[in-house]
């Protein structure tokens, strides 16, 4: 059975830093391309980044260049996201996800999906 398992989440203040990390079991973790996904009140669930099989690629949602930064620990089975420089728009439920394929933004070709942590950023 596959779990994907999401910490790290919480409350800061606009300008500040988190990082979420995302446990996986139940799957070979080196193997797949791993995804972080958000999903804000009243929006759809949106890619923030993603990071291939032996991190040779990455992709970056443009609102997050520069500020959020993926990566990966096979020998930990874990995928982390660094977040710097935290606004109020960055408020939501983040999602962990996985895909036995190259890296993508797209939200239906992630076969896997932890059940998220929240993300508060207050001004």
């Known amino acids: 059975q596959v779990q994907l398992v999401e910490s790290g989440g919480g409350l800061v203040q606009a300008g500040g830093s988190l990082r979420l990390s995302c446990a996986a079991s139940g799957l070979p973790f080196s193997t797949y391309t791993m995804g972080w996904f958000r999903q804000a009140p009243g929006k759809e669930r949106e890619c923030v980044a993603a990071v291939s099989t032996t991190s040779s690629s990455t992709y970056y949602a443009g609102s997050v260049k520069g500020r959020f930064t993926i990566s990966r620990d096979d020998a930990k089975n874990t995928v982390y996201l660094q977040m710097s420089s935290l606004k109020p728009e960055d408020t939501a439920v983040y999602y962990c996800?996985?895909?036995?394929?190259?890296?993508?933004?797209?939200?239906?070709?992630?076969?896997?999906w932890g059940q998220g942590t929240q993300v508060t950023v207050s001004s």
């Open positions: 996800a996985a895909r036995p394929g190259s890296v993508s933004y797209r939200r239906w070709e992630y076969n896997y």
